[in-house]
């Protein structure tokens, strides 16, 4: 995986899915922030990403558990 964005909160890489091999973008709580505000809000960004169906809006395909924390798994849109 290759590291696109680093902020206070989470880290943003871009990575293959190894199930399918597509490329996806991976929004990780950084381990000094994975308390249950942190993770219930990496949640609730899911659920509205995932009311989207639209061209203009980045695809959720789900929430998984990646090095002991939460990842929110986001479509690849080839953005830097």
């Known amino acids: 995986r290759e590291l696109v964005r680093e902020?206070?909160?989470t880290s943003v890489y871009r990575a293959r899915r190894l199930a399918d091999q597509r490329s996806v973008v991976l929004k990780c709580l950084r381990s000094e922030h994975t308390g249950q505000?942190?993770?219930?809000?990496?949640?609730?960004?899911?659920?509205?990403?995932?009311?989207f169906d639209h061209d203009n809006v980045v695809r959720a395909?789900?929430?998984?558990?990646?090095?002991?924390?939460l990842a929110l798994v986001l479509e690849d849109f080839g953005g830097g």
Do not use: H, K, N, P
């Open 7 to 9: 902020g206070r909160r």
């Open 61 to 69: 395909y789900g929430l998984e558990r990646i090095g002991g924390g």
């Open 37 to 51: 505000r942190e993770s219930a809000r990496l949640r609730r960004e899911f659920e509205i990403l995932s009311r």
